[in-house]
T-cell receptor, first 114, second 111 residues
Framework: DTEVTQTPKHLVMGMTNKKSLKCEQHMGHRAMYWYKQKAKKPPELMFVYSYEKLSINESVPSRFSPECPNSSLLNLHLHALQPEDSALYLCASSVRPGQPDEQYFGPGTRLTVT | QKEVEQDPGPLSVPEGAIVSLNCTYSNSAFQYFMWYRQYSRKGPELLMY????GNKEDGRFTAQVDKSSKYISLFIRDSQPSDSATYLCAMMRLNNNDMRFGAGTRLTVKP
């Protein structure tokens, strides 16, 4: 199973809502990532979990809160978002932290903040 | 200057053409060089990666890295309409999880 799954596929939320994005992989990968991608732009790294520990936080606003409950699951908790946070949120995983081989991206969650 | 520069295109070629996609970079610490393909409304798919300099071939795809010039290329031979997508170059330092992407080049292969 070489797949990263993400739910939901689409999410519309108001600025006062709290929601969560979920990512799952069962490939035994030990590094998992959250990226944000605006239309016609490349992905921007938000968070990296390496062996279930947060290793990089790219100065992301605190309204985004990551969580890695176990080696297969990655969550992104959202609270008090702004309309400019509307984007495609991509999860990725790789076999080993720090190496790109066998890195897989999920299909993304398309988030709209109203 | 951006760390990774990539011409966003768009690039349009006839079916069967050889496609050349390129990126330049400024950080000499990059050791891993990747090419991703992203179809509309999908996540990026890793096509090829190269460690340090040299060439790598996989079917119709060839990746080249010239570290002395800080220049990487992806060649697609016998291009097909199904190759129409955005191609992103990406780079990483050794043992570092921070991947830097180029802007992506949108390619259309016309039948």
């Amino acid at each position: 199973d070489t797949e990263v799954t993400q739910t939901p596929k689409h999410l519309v939320m108001g600025m006062t809502n709290k929601k969560s994005l979920k990512c799952e992989q069962h490939m035994g990968h030990r590094a998992m990532y959250w990226y944000k991608q605006k239309a016609k732009k490349p992905p921007e790294l938000m968070f990296v979990y390496s062996y279930e520990k947060l290793s990089i936080n790219e100065s992301v606003p605190s309204r985004f809160s990551p969580e890695c409950p176990n080696s297969s699951l990655l969550n992104l908790h959202l609270h008090a978002l702004q309309p400019e946070d509307s984007a495609l949120y991509l999860c990725a995983s790789s076999v080993r932290p720090g190496q790109p081989d066998e890195q897989y991206f999920g299909p993304g969650t398309r988030l709209t903040v109203t | 200057q951006k760390e990774v520069e990539q011409d966003p295109g768009p690039l349009s070629v006839p079916e069967g053409a050889i496609v050349s996609l390129n990126c330049t970079y400024s950080n000499s610490a990059f050791q891993y060089f990747m090419w991703y393909r992203q179809y509309s409304r999908k996540g990026p798919e890793l096509l090829m990666y190269t460690y340090s300099s040299g060439n790598k071939e996989d079917g119709r795809f060839t990746a080249q890295v010239d570290k002395s010039s800080k220049y990487i290329s992806l060649f697609i031979r016998d291009s097909q309409p199904s190759d129409s997508a955005t191609y992103l170059c990406a780079m990483m330092r050794l043992n570092n999880n921070d991947m830097r992407f180029g802007a992506g080049t949108r390619l259309t292969v016309k039948p």
